[in-house]
């Protein structure tokens, strides 16, 4: 496990980057470089400051928060700019825009005291690749907690326009002669994501894999930094990228390409980004962690209000976040998604969600969730399967160490959100994908099993 990761040592992954102009699969990061934002942060009122307790007053009101400028960040923006943080005591929280995943990395690695940041938005798993030190430097262990779940959907897997027409849609029974006939050629189909191993590699590799192609051994697969992407797509050296909102609508509108599929609709409710932290942030800061929750978990419920939605458009869309249009952001927030070759999406429930989904709660971070992270990681020989034997008794007790759902549901008791919003398991239950595969976290050996491509032996 940790040579794979060493492939993607900070220089290795520079140096792919740079030679990498033929392909991308983006997370939906823009590449900025990594900046601190502020913007008009609304005051809390004196009522709203009344709302904490000396009992619950945090221990600072100063925290470094990184972030990928995605829909994923949206929680986090809005909580600053709409005075959430602030009106549970966290009057001091710094927003760093991060120019790509390996730098959010890095930046955790050193803490704030060092210039970097306390925790933030991840990619899953990498609170727990971190945790074990396998995409550290010098492998050094750096444990973090994993303590909401910020968003489900928001994302989608863009195809170039040279393959419209072609059948590579959501189903790909009746593209792989393309494939096939690529994989033969000077130039095989070529695709690529921010980070390896994490939510958007496996996004694209599931929805290949279901449609019987094979990411490891039928296409290119490459690491690339998002700021690449779009330029890739225009000049047809990249056939594929896995992105975040607000990227699939630019995409057709720009006529760059269309969008094979939602991830909504590869895996309906499913879980997308977290907040974690550093571990000895939260237990130096146990009331200024759930001071930050609560905030948090106001913003998400803010953010799942339709009617909020515009001015959540034109909040994320200033300079000092995103730098887009707000017309590339309202759609896809209320669920209409032109996805190109005539095909309209107008569905809410398929919309990028912060607080409530069909299924339950987004916020609260589910362990049978993270155990399907480490069980694709197995599958793709990302983490040996030893993690996944014995009932995954090595992957539950990773998850036990990293998942701090505890201080989540201590956080919404305080900020008095309604028992039937809490839930009462760590299971989700079992898991259906669009190809029918289900993934059942009581036997995650049984769900490997059923799965027709796959690097791992069980």
């Known amino acids: 496990m940790a040579e ?4 993607f040592s900070r220089r290795k992954f520079i140096f792919t980057a740079g030679a990498s102009a033929s392909a991308v699969l983006l997370k939906g990061c823009l590449g900025n470089p990594p900046e601190t934002t502020g913007g008009t942060q609304t005051a809390p009122t004196a009522e709203a400051a009344a709302n904490v307790s000396a009992e619950q007053a945090p221990e600072v009101t100063k925290v470094n928060l990184g972030y990928i400028p995605i829909v994923e960040a949206a929680p986090l923006i809005i909580a600053k700019e709409k005075g959430f943080f602030a009106k549970y005591g966290m009057t001091n929280v710094e927003l760093a825009k991060q120019a790509s995943w390996g730098a959010a990395r890095d930046n955790v690695e050193i803490g704030s005291a060092g210039g970097g940041i306390d925790g ?5 798993p990498m609170p727990h690749l971190i945790t074990e030190g396998l995409i550290t430097k010098g492998n050094k262990p750096i444990p973090m907690y994993v303590l909401c779940q910020l968003i489900t959907h928001g994302n989608g897997i863009a195809i170039a326009n040279k393959h419209q027409g072609s059948g590579i849609g959501l189903e ?12 033969a050629s000077p130039t095989p189909f070529t695709a690529a994501q921010t980070f390896p191993a994490v939510n958007q590699d496996f996004w694209i590799r599931y929805w290949l894999a279901a449609g019987g192609i094979d990411p490891d051994a039928d296409i290119k697969l490459l690491t690339v930094p998002s700021a690449q992407t779009v330029a ?4 047809g050296t990249m056939d594929a990228f896995s992105t975040g909102d607000p990227w699939p609508f630019r995409i057709v509108k720009d006529k760059i390409g269309y969008m094979a599929a939602l991830t909504a609709e590869i895996w309906k409710n499913h879980p997308e980004e977290y907040l974690a932290m550093r571990a000895d942030w939260v237990d130096q800061h146990p009331k200024a962690t759930k001071a930050l929750l609560k905030g948090i978990m106001e913003a998400q419920q803010w953010c799942d209000n339709f009617d909020n939605r515009k001015e959540m458009s034109e909040i994320v869309a200033q300079r000092a976040y995103f730098n887009v249009p707000v017309d590339v952001l309202l759609d896809p927030f209320m669920g209409k998604y032109d996805m190109g070759e005539g095909r309209q999406i107008d569905d809410r429930s398929m919309a990028a969600l912060y607080w409530k989904d069909e299924k339950g709660s987004v916020s609260y971070p589910y362990k049978s969730h993270d155990l399907w992270f480490i069980t694709e990681s197995v599958r793709w020989g ?5 993690y996944i034997e014995n009932n995954a008794a090595k992957a539950k007790a990773l998850i036990d160490k990293v998942n701090r759902e505890d201080i989540w549901k201590e956080a919404a008791k305080e900020a008095g959100i309604a028992a039937a919003d809490i839930p009462a398991s760590t299971s989700r239950g079992v898991e259906e994908f669009f190809d029918g595969a289900k993934f059942d976290p009581e036997n995650p050996e049984a769900y490997l099993k059923s799965l027709q491509i796959k690097k791992v032996s069980v």
């Open 382 to 386: 990302f983490l040996p399967k030893d």
């Open 232 to 235: 890739n797509m225009k000049t």
């Open 172 to 183: 790909l029974a009746k593209a792989k002669a393309i494939f096939s006939k690529l994989k």
């Open 120 to 124: 933030g938005q991840w990619q899953m």
């Open 4 to 7: 794979f990761f060493n492939q």
